[in-house]
């Protein structure tokens, strides 16, 4: 845009030329030489008009009447606020004639900008500027000079906007219009300032959804997304205009509630928040329900980082997961030494399984009738530094949240692959090796077509190997039932052979089971537990062993510990145990001296 300066300056040379013109007029029409001065009127993009002090258009250059699209006849005579403001700002004739140019009025020293109409009805940006001229002999006139600036004025709104939108980006999440890190950490920054002694006090709650990868999974990430809205609509809600509610990443939520001192009030902003998220929340016609965990930390003088209290309620966020999740815990010294804990159990775990330093054991299966030995399952053991052997009960559970199963899978197969060709070598060619695969086998087929390449590492055929496959895993979740289907048919083609373990944990199994190419069932152990003192248990193990039967599917009694079980297993028309009455898990180096020890026994039995 023209300056001040310029543009009175530029008026002024016009309104010399003007005034030149009308003292000279007859006389240049006289000598009939150039006006140049007209010329650079009728030549310049800006709109020029000389107006009377009642707004009326004496004269007016052709740009002016290009600007406003309207021919001189339609001009000249008449106020320009008659025809060239907008609908919105219109004018009564009556406020038209009333109108004067005031030279007191310090508005007409400046540049100034209105919006103007043309007419055709577009709307245009219009800058003006206008100074006031004494003529010898006529009233005083006013100059005006006008320039269409809607382009420049559009693109420093344009650049404005874009200003804004870059600095709410960079302080706001996409998805949700949250505060996101950036701005999570200067608030808390701005609230840790100052002596720790004095310093309001504010809590901190670190919020996760429970199980959200189910719903990504099950309805899809659009509904994935939904529920994270609504999680962040109802949130929000729930807190006070002075706290802050940040979505730090994934399903991750962080609030900032300010004049809390005590963990009882941080318990309740949990409770309440915890309540709003459970309320009813529909996606293409369907309820999903929606659950939070939340750790909460209430702000020490020990914390001078948005990091470290995002630890602290980490660590009580854990707590709140392990007990179950949908629940409020507050931290406190003993959740930070449980944490830590277990982030050293986790190192070692890690180091452990990385470095093939898990050990496996090994239980035999056992045919109830004949007493020849089926096959053996590989059970993980771990030798810990200062605990001692630990089962998969104290360490698989961490190895899953570590991400480690893949890890467990493979070195299952090597050491399975290893008894098996120890077992070819000392005569044993009928009994085959047993792994628990985990749930990654299911769910990544680049994972599973590595698992033969072990094997043939040691010349193992892939059908002396079973993979055994927990019945949650493959039909806890109803929408993924059919992928698993499909994995576990994907193994059995590839040549291993599969069984369902803890089969009638649940009842999903049975309608599917016979879709299914497996080599058999396992049932589950904790009914062979109780089938001396409770009725269920005795009903429902004999029922799934009588359907074996009537499908000629291969079943094996797991948890046998007393004669009593293995005899009631076999009275229900059960042909395979596994338990501890029959033997317990052994190191892979006693498996041959076992089993020769119980070759020698029998024809001991046989020869008396």
């Known amino acids: 845009m023209l300056n001040i ?3 009175a300056l530029i008026t002024s040379l016009l309104f010399a030329g003007i005034t030149f013109c009308i003292r000279q007029r007859q006389a240049l029409m006289r000598d009939r030489g150039p006006d140049f001065n007209a010329i650079a009127c009728a030549s310049t993009n800006d709109g020029i008009v000389v107006q009377s002090l009642d707004g009326k258009i004496i004269w007016a250059n052709p740009a002016y009447l290009r600007i406003f699209r309207l021919p001189a006849d339609q001009v000249l005579g008449r106020n320009p606020l008659s025809f060239c403001l907008p609908p919105d700002e219109l004018q009564t004739p009556e406020q038209i004639a009333a109108f004067r140019y005031d030279r007191a009025d310090p508005i007409w020293g400046k540049l100034y900008i209105v919006r103007n109409q043309r007419s055709d009805g577009s709307l245009f940006w219009n800058q003006i500027s206008a100074s006031f001229h004494e003529v010898e002999g006529q009233p005083d006139l006013v100059i005006l000079l006008c320039r269409d600036v809607t382009e420049q004025v559009d693109q420093e709104q344009a650049l404005r906007e874009s200003t804004r939108t870059l600095a709410f980006m960079a302080e706001h999440d996409s998805l949700t219009g949250l505060a996101n890190r950036n701005k999570y950490n200067a608030f808390i920054k701005s609230a840790l300032d100052g002596d720790p002694a004095t310093r309001p006090g504010f809590g901190v709650l670190q919020i996760d959804l429970d199980h959200f990868k189910a719903i990504n999974d099950r309805h899809g990430h659009a509904a994935g997304d939904a529920a994270l809205q609504h999680v962040a609509t109802t949130l929000g809600r729930s807190l006070r205009q002075t706290d802050l509610l940040a979505r730090l990443g994934g399903d991750e939520f962080v609030a900032v509630c300010a004049g809390i001192t005590h963990d009882s009030e941080l318990l309740r ?13 529909h996606f293409d016609g369907k309820q999903i329900d929606v659950s939070i965990s939340i750790g909460a930390a209430i702000a020490g003088s020990d914390d001078d980082t948005g990091d470290s209290l995002l630890q602290k309620s980490d660590f009580a966020l854990y707590e709140v997961k392990r007990a179950g999740r949908g629940h409020v815990a507050v931290y406190d010294s003993n959740l930070h030494e449980e944490a830590q804990r277990r982030d050293r159990f986790g190192l070692q775990l890690r180091d452990a399984i990385e470095g093939n330093e898990l050990t496996f054991y090994f239980q035999p299966t056992v045919d109830l009738h004949t007493g020849v030995i089926r096959g053996f399952e590989a059970l993980a053991r771990w030798q810990h530094p200062t605990q001692g052997l630990l089962h998969p009960s104290e360490f698989l559970s961490l190895a899953t949240e570590l991400n480690l199963l893949r890890h467990v899978d493979t070195a299952a197969v090597s050491a399975a692959a290893d008894l098996r060709k120890r077992l070819e070598h000392n005569n044993f ?21 590595r698992l033969p390449a072990e094997l043939a590492r040691v010349g193992v055929k892939t059908r002396h190997i079973v993979i055994e496959f927990n019945e949650r895993d493959i039909f806890g979740n109803t929408d993924m039932i059919e992928q698993n289907m499909r994995s576990v048919s994907r193994l059995v083609d590839i040549g291993f052979n599969v069984l369902i373990d803890g089969f009638g944990s649940g009842y999903a199994g049975l309608l599917h089971i016979e879709r299914l190419q497996v080599a058999g069932i396992k049932v589950e152990k904790s009914l062979i537990r109780h089938l001396d003192c409770t009725p269920a248990c005795e009903k429902i193990t004999a029922m799934l062993l009588q359907f074996g039967q009537e499908k000629n599917i291969y079943c094996v009694a797991c948890g046998i510990e007393t004669e009593a079980q293995a005899l009631k297993v076999k009275s229900f028309g059960g042909s395979v145990g596994q338990g501890n009455f029959f033997a317990r898990a052994m190191p892979a180096e006693d498996v041959i001296d076992w089993l020769r020890q119980r070759q020698a026994n029998a024809r001991l039995r046989d020869a008396g």
């Open 5 to 7: 300066a310029l543009t």
């Open 269 to 281: 902003i949990g409770h309440s928040l915890g309540q709003a998220a459970r309320a009813p929340f």
């Open 429 to 449: 060619d009928d009994i085959r090796v047993g792994i628990n695969g985990s749930h990654n086998l299911l769910s990544d087929d680049e994972h599973a077509d």
